[in-house]
C-alpha cells in the first residue's frame, strides 16, 4: 500500500512523540491499519496489522515473560502466568495504546471510524502488539524491549498488589492453618442499601480475635477485601513485598 506524504509526516511525528525508530515506514503503516480499510477498499488482508499483531503477540509474550521472571525469583509458574496474564490482557494494552495517542495515528474505514473504533479497546490492543511486531521485525530488538518494559514496570505494582487482594483469602487460610491449626472465620456483621445494590460488612475472625473488618458490594469481595487488611495487620503484605524489592 502506497503511502503518502502527508501520512509519511504523521507515522514520523508519532515516533517522535515516543522517542521511537523505525526505518520501514510501510511496516509501521500497516501495524497501524485497521481491517476494516483494507475491506472497504479491497486491500489484501496482508496491508492491515493482522499479521503484525499474530507476530506481536510473541514479542509481547517474551519481554514481558523474561522480565516477571528476572523481577519474580520467588513466584511459581501459576503465579507468574497470573501476572503476565493481567498484563498482556486487551484492557492492559488498550491503556498503554492511549498512553501514547496510538487511535489517532490509526487508519480505520469510514464506518469504522464514525463509530469510535480509535477508542475501542480491542482495536487499540490488537495495534498495539503490531506495533511491537514492527518495530521488532526492523530491527530494533532494543527499541522495542524498552518500550514495552517503560509502560509494563510502572503497571506491574498494580497488578501485583491487585492479584495479592485477590488471592488474599487462600493466603490468608494457607498462613492460619499452618500457624494456629485453625481457619479464620468471616462474619456478616452488617448489610446496608437496597437489595439490587447491597454493601455487605465482613469481619475476620481467628481463634475468637477480631483481625479485621471491611466491606464491599458483594460478600465474596467484601471477604477479599477484609482478607487483604487481615494479611496487612498480620505483616505478611510487608514480608512478601520485600522479597520483591
Do not use: W
Not at 503497571?155 to 485477590?166: A, D, N, V
Amino acid at each position: 500500500m502506497k503511502i503518502s506524504d502527508s501520512r509519511k509526516k504523521e507515522l514520523l511525528q508519532f515516533l517522535h512523540n515516543n522517542n521511537l525508530l523505525c526505518d520501514n515506514l510501510e511496516l509501521l503503516n500497516k501495524a497501524l491499519t485497521h481491517s476494516s480499510y483494507t475491506n472497504e477498499h479491497n486491500l489484501s488482508s496482508s496491508e492491515n496489522y493482522e499479521r503484525l499483531e499474530f507476530f506481536g503477540d510473541a514479542v509481547l509474550k517474551l519481554i514481558s515473560s523474561k522480565y516477571l521472571y528476572e523481577k519474580f525469583e520467588d513466584y511459581d509458574e501459576g503465579e507468574l502466568s497470573k501476572i503476565r496474564a493481567a498484563l498482556i490482557s486487551d484492557n492492559t494494552l488498550a491503556k498503554f495504546a492511549l498512553k501514547i495517542n496510538l487511535g489517532e495515528y490509526m487508519i480505520f474505514g469510514p464506518a469504522e471510524k464514525k463509530l469510535g473504533g480509535e477508542k475501542r479497546k480491542s482495536s487499540l490492543a490488537c495495534a498495539f502488539e503490531a506495533l511491537l511486531g514492527a518495530l521488532y521485525l526492523d530491527n530494533k530488538e532494543e527499541i522495542t524491549k524498552n518500550f514495552l518494559l517503560k509502560f509494563i514496570s510502572e503497571e506491574t505494582p498494580y497488578i501485583e498488589s491487585h492479584l495479592i487482594q485477590l488471592n488474599a483469602k487462600s493466603t490468608l487460610q494457607e498462613y492460619t492453618q499452618e500457624k494456629y491449626k485453625t481457619l479464620p472465620e468471616y462474619k456478616i456483621i452488617n448489610e446496608t442499601g437496597p437489595a439490587h445494590k447491597k454493601t455487605f460488612e465482613i469481619q475476620i475472625e481467628i481463634n475468637g480475635e477480631i483481625i479485621s473488618t471491611a466491606t464491599g458490594d458483594s460478600k465474596k469481595e467484601a471477604q477479599q477485601n477484609a482478607a487483604y487488611l487481615a494479611l496487612e495487620k498480620l505483616g505478611l503484605l510487608k514480608e512478601e513485598n520485600e522479597q520483591n524489592v
